[in-house]
Each structure stands twice: as C-alpha cells, then as structure tokens.
C-alpha cells in the first residue's frame, strides 16, 4: 500500500515516516492521476455547457457527489460540496444560525472542539444574541456527555461536538449525544474530519442533523469538503452566497434560488478537486474502512505500548483513540520535539 503514494515512495522519502496524516493526508497515485485527467483531457466546465464534453463533465461531477454522499450513507440532494469542513460549519452557522438562533437561545460546544468548531459559533453568538456553553472532558479525555445531559436545556438550539477529537482520537458516542440533543429540541452538527477517513460513517444510526468533512485528510485534495444535513433542514435554509449556478431565475427585480444542494453552490465549482474527491472514495472504499480501522487500531495499540515504556512520556488520550496518539516528552515544546524529530 505504501507503494500507492508517490510522496512516501520517492527517492527523498524513502526512508520517510509520515506522522501527521490528522493535518492532512499523502495523496494515493489514483487520486493524483482522476486530477490529472480532469484537468487535462476531459476538461470543461460544469451545468452552464450546452456541448457534449461540458456535458460529460457535468456527469463526471455529479457521480462524485453521489460517491460522497453514499461514503457517509446519505443521499446525493442532502450533499453539498464546499471548501472544506471550515466552510461547511460556516456555512451552517450563517445560514440555519442566522435564519434560527435569537437572543438567549444557547448552544453546546465541548472542550474538544477545532477552532473551526468555535470560532463560527462564536460569530453567529454575537451576532444573534445567542450564548455558548462548553461541555467538560471526563478523566480519560471522553466528552464527558452525562455532564452534557445535565447541562442541555430548552433554550439548547443546537449541539455541536467532534465525532472524533482531531487531538486525542477520543470517539464521540454519537447516538447518545443526538438522543440527548433531540430530547430538549436542538440539533446535532457532527464534525467528522477524523471520523471519515478511519471507520465507517453511516448518518442514518448516528441521527445528526449536520455532518461535515474534508477531503484532503481522506486523502483527497484541499479546497474541498462536503457538508451533509437532513433534506428538511437544508431545504429551510436560505442561500449562503449569490451568484451563477445557485439561481433558478434572475431578473433586476426579484430572483428565485435552485434546490439544494445547488443553492448552496454559487459560481463555478471546485470541479477537479471534486472528481477527485471522489476517486480518493473510490480508493478508501476498496480498501475497506473496516479493514483500515482494524489497522489503526493495531498500530495505535503498539504505539501507545512502546510509548509507554519510555521514560518520561506521557501519553494522552483514550486507549481505543481512533488512529490519533498525542504524547509528551518530559518538558519539551511540541514545536521543539516535532523539529528534532524532523531532524533525526
């Protein structure tokens, strides 16, 4: 498998040991080669060409987003492709936030979250009048969701959590957090950059409304991702950004918007990056998540074992993290360890 990424198997990295897979992915040749093809024989641009390569183009871009959309379980009219899992939960805090949340309605956030799963909130909160709350951390870096049943009130409009922490591969029990959302009212929004790319993804048993992710740590390309919600959600929400493609008509007097997920959509897309969005699916699919997942947890297993055993590390993080070990050594920088590492 090793073979299957350029940037591990060149000359200068062959003896290279990647280590930051959670920032982001190496690129599998077949994701590199769907690039190069739809940047090169097969380009053209999408829904606007009245010409068969346009057309075909148009095919090749929508057959990614149905490959996306069935990665996760969902169907292709509830997928959205964005800039990323930055955009996605942007998207949703201007849009469902804006058009939703009033003063003194609340929303929940935990001590793991990605500053892409603050700040956004953090934004509509002034904006709108609402008021974050922060759920803790249990003893083994769990989110801790008896205190979150505890803290969730009516005034809870929405529940925003990682479905994997990007820092200590903690597992979010899901199921649990939308039953406790759902109970008092509110939304669950899922981040799933960590979740995705390690073990299989079904939105249907999850029971969120929201779930977001990138493509380029599912070893796809930047400046995509895809956001997933409920039909009768994205449906209510009103447009992100104007202009072409996510109209249905125009005139200088009123404009009428496309269904989603085009409406959400302005302008021409990320059209390469989403075909290879897709064929990094493709490449994962084959694999088997199941079979990536058993993996992980094997190498994670000896990594924290190994890493245990030496004097002054600290390991942090559940045992059964999913594909992430954080640690320390003694009282030296992260910055400072990460470039004699680099160096040695």
């Known amino acids: 498998m090793r073979a299957d990424f350029p940037g591990l198997t060149a000359a200068e990295g062959a003896s290279w040991h990647y280590l930051d897979t959670a920032a982001t992915a190496q690129k599998p040749r077949a994701v590199i080669d ?29 057959a990614a987003r149905r490959k996306v959309a069935d990665f996760i379980g969902g169907a292709e009219s509830e997928l959205v492709f964005t800039r990323g899992a930055t955009e996605a939960i942007n998207l949703v805090a201007q849009t469902w936030g804006r058009a939703n949340l009033k003063p003194g309605d609340r929303i929940l956030l935990s001590q793991l979250e990605h500053h892409s799963n603050i700040v956004p909130w953090q934004m509509i909160a002034a904006e709108t009048g609402a008021v974050i709350d922060v759920c803790p951390l249990t003893a083994d870096h769990q989110i801790d969701l008896d205190a979150a049943e505890a803290m969730l009130t009516e005034a809870h409009k929405l529940v925003a959590f990682a479905h994997v922490s990007n820092v200590l591969g903690s597992v979010l029990a899901a199921p649990r957090a939308a039953a406790m959302a759902h109970k008092v009212g509110a939304l669950l929004l899922l981040d799933g950059c960590q979740s995705a790319p390690h073990m299989p993804v079904d939105v249907a048993p999850l029971d ?109 993080g559940p045992e059964n993290s999913a594909g992430i070990v954080s640690f320390m050594v003694g009282d030296i920088h992260p910055h400072d360890l990460g470039t004699i590492l680099d160096e040695a």
């Open 208 to 316: 969120c409304d929201f779930y977001v992710f990138s493509a380029h740590k599912l070893y796809g390309p930047t400046g995509i991702g895809a956001l997933w919600a409920r039909s009768v959600i994205l449906d209510a929400m009103p447009p992100y950004q104007g202009g072409g493609a996510m109209i249905d008509r125009v005139t200088f007097e009123r404009t009428t918007y496309a269904p989603a997920p085009q409406r959400f959509e302005a302008g021409t897309p990320a059209i390469i990056e989403a075909i290879a969005f897709g064929a990094a699916v493709d490449y994962v699919s084959a694999i088997g998540l199941e079979a990536i997942s058993a993996h992980e947890t094997a190498l994670v297993a000896r990594l924290r074992r190994e890493l245990t055993a030496m004097n002054d590390v600290r390991v942090f």
């Open 34 to 62: 769907a690039m190069a093809r739809a940047m090169g024989e097969d380009y053209a641009t999408v829904h606007r060409g009245v010409y068969a390569r346009s057309a075909e183009m148009t095919l090749a871009f929508e």
